[in-house]
């Protein structure tokens, strides 16, 4: 049965009572408005009195849309109007979205997408350090200007203030160390790279047009035979813990972190004693000799410790990722890097591939043949190590004085 609809006093406006619902000191109406377009008779409902709806308010809808067939122009429904009015509304809401994008800072890039979708996916003592560097060097500068606003000069100013010596001059904190720029430089361009990748703007990476500076920090640091026995001596002290077995055969085949890391039981030979080093960092896999020293620590793990198929694995028997945070304790301890300022001659793991190549090149080996073990995928980083055999530089120029 339909429901019972009264005339209002406006034209076109009629209205239905509520069954129990009072607004005030009467049931509560409900209206509708009635119309003519294309010679069809439109109901449509307009809504309730106790919502703020009222029957002037209601005739006047009717009125707009009498007009509005009558000129040809506007909305010609109380649906159309809706649509109309969400339409507007998304627009605006777009407009305003687009605008706040392309308002968005450098540091709420930082703190909406960088740090919680790129950063945190890296290892907690890189999450630490550049975490540290944009606290201390990259928000201060940039952090509050807008993303888009960021041009490549406003970059090379922070590297000049970062690395320009007249800080010094100002008071203020000496000059960082080239490879600390340089890292903060590569923070700056990960970030607006991964503002790129979430489509937040379409500028090209200002970082990517600002060079780096350019200046020797390989390590020329390496150990003397005293200081590597006497590193194996204080780790051997350790229990439970595989830093001195990981330190011998970095220090006797030179391997780097990663590709100890890596090294599974599969890869280890004990009757040709060679070690297979696979996918390493030059793309060329290789093999590493043992030394006597490296053949019995490995027997020894094997036969007492092998509960993984790495050969190194942290307490829980799972690969590791990162060199413990003992080994600089270590180095403290004993004092290797005391009164160093010159980050290069300071010790840390690498250290010990540096003195591995050192070693060989003071034994009067061969360049080619150090860069085959070193697994360098270009010679230029082997010369480095050429300086230390003078040997063969004396036997050189005594071919010169023979004649």
Same mark, same amino acid.
């Given at each position: 049965?339909?429901? #019972? ?17 009072? &607004? ?15 010679? @069809? /008779?439109?109901? $449509?409902?307009?809504?309730? !009195? ?11 809808? %009717? ?7 009558? &000129? ?42 960088? !740090? ?36 490549? +000069?406003?970059? $090379? ?8 010596? +007249?800080?010094? +001059?100002?008071? !203020? ?6 490879? /600390? ?48 026995? $006497? ?14 077995? *990981? ?20 890869? %280890? ?7 297979? *080093? ?14 006597? @020293? ?27 990722? $990162? ?6 304790? =270590? =180095?403290? @301890? ?22 591995? +190549? ?8 061969? %360049? ?11 010679? #230029? ?23």
């Amino acid at each position: 049965m339909g429901e #019972k609809y009264f005339p209002s006093k406006y034209t076109g406006v009629r209205y239905r009572e509520h069954a129990s619902r009072r &607004n005030g000191i009467r049931k509560d109406r409900y209206f509708m408005i009635r119309y003519k377009f294309d010679g @069809k /008779t439109k109901n $449509e409902g307009f809504g309730w !009195e106790s919502q703020g709806y009222t029957e002037l308010k209601a005739f006047e809808a %009717v009125c707009a849309i009498k007009q509005n067939i009558k &000129n040809g122009t506007g909305y010609k429904s109380l649906k159309e109007k809706y649509e109309l009015a969400n339409q507007e509304r998304k627009a605006k809401e777009a407009e305003e979205a687009a605008e706040k994008e392309r308002n968005i800072t450098f540091s709420e890039l930082w703190d909406n997408i960088y !740090e919680p979708i790129y950063l945190s996916k890296k290892i907690q003592k890189t999450q630490v350090n550049e975490k540290s560097l944009y606290k201390k060097y990259i928000f201060p500068k940039i952090g509050a200007l807008k993303i888009y606003e960021i041009t490549p +000069a406003d970059i $090379e100013r922070l590297k000049d203030y970062l690395f320009s010596p +007249a800080l010094r +001059a100002n008071g !203020e904190e000496k000059c960082l160390a080239p490879a /600390t720029v340089n890292h903060i430089l590569d923070v700056i361009r990960q970030v607006f790279n991964s503002g790129i990748n979430a489509g937040k703007f379409l500028n090209t990476n200002p970082a990517s047009k600002v060079k780096r500076i350019k200046k020797d920090n390989r390590r020329i640091r390496f150990l003397s035979k005293e200081e590597i026995q $006497e590193l194996l001596d204080t780790l051997a002290l350790m229990t439970n813990s595989p830093l001195h077995d *990981i330190c011998l055969l970095s220090l006797d085949t030179g391997l780097r972190a990663n590709e100890i890391f890596s090294l599974e039981w599969m890869d %280890v030979n004990f009757e040709t004693k060679t070690l297979s *080093i696979r996918d390493p960092k030059g793309i060329i896999n290789r093999y590493a000799n043992m030394t006597n @020293k490296v053949y019995e620590m490995l027997i020894q793990r094997k036969n007492t410790v092998a509960v993984s198929s790495y050969v190194f694995t942290n307490t829980k028997g799972e690969k590791i990722k $990162e060199i413990s945070n003992q080994f600089d304790r =270590v =180095v403290a @301890k004993l004092g290797f890097n005391d009164n160093i300022t010159d980050t290069r001659n300071k010790v840390v793991f690498h250290t010990l591939r540096h003195t591995f +190549a050192s070693r060989l090149a003071m034994g009067g080996v061969d %360049v080619y043949t150090i860069k085959e073990l070193m697994g360098h995928s270009d010679i #230029k980083m082997t010369m480095r190590y050429m300086h230390l055999a003078p040997k063969k530089f004396q036997e050189a120029i005594s071919v010169i004085e023979a004649d």
